[in-house]
């Protein structure tokens, strides 16, 4: 009598019992066509890595791994669906990458507030560099310009005055607000 390995045997009972397992999972989960992915499966992990124990019920074997198959993969599903969910209210940001338009209107946009940044007098923009670019508190501006923190809130008051009438994104932002 020859012995034969636990995985071959329930290759045969899976191949016996194939139709059952599909209506057993296709009952639970509401579809056919997920059941008999999720028994393909099955049989994948059988193939791929047989039991080392001889199983005494191949078949409430079978149907327990089915089970659990057919659990994990609508765990898996739920998971990547709650992914893509949120992953879809994301802006395409690449698709303004490839427009030139946006490229070169960005371009030009930052060319135009350097030159109002440029054209401010010395102080204003020294004031405003310190504070927007380098993150200082008026107070170490103050500091290090050796001049009062009212001053340096009028040099960069003068400064923000002048790029918002002077350069046109920021007066679409002020006349979005009014």
């Not at 969910?85 to 490229?103: F, I, Y």
Request: aromatic letters at 8%; a neutral charge; charged letters at 25%.
């Amino acid at each position: 009598m020859t012995k034969t390995s636990p995985g071959v045997e329930l290759i045969g009972a899976l191949a016996l019992h194939y139709d059952d397992l599909v209506e057993y999972v296709r009952r639970r989960f509401q579809g056919s066509q997920f059941a008999r992915e999720v028994v393909h499966d099955v049989c994948v992990q059988l193939l791929e890595k047989p039991p080392q124990q001889p199983v005494s019920l191949p078949f409430a074997f079978l149907r327990r791994a089915s089970f659990n198959r057919a659990i994990d993969r609508r765990r898996a599903d739920n998971t990547r669906n709650a992914y893509f969910e949120v992953t879809a209210e994301v802006p395409d940001w690449h698709v303004h990458e490839l427009d030139g338009a946006v490229a070169l209107d960005f371009e030009q946009q930052l060319e135009a507030l350097l030159a109002i940044i440029d054209a401010l007098p010395a102080r204003a923009r020294q004031v405003f560099l310190l504070h927007r670019i380098h993150g200082m508190q008026q107070r170490e501006i103050a500091d290090e310009l050796g001049i009062s923190t009212n001053m340096v809130t009028q040099h960069f008051s003068r400064a923000m005055r002048s790029i918002a009438s002077d350069w046109e994104p920021a007066r679409r932002a002020l006349a979005g607000r009014y």
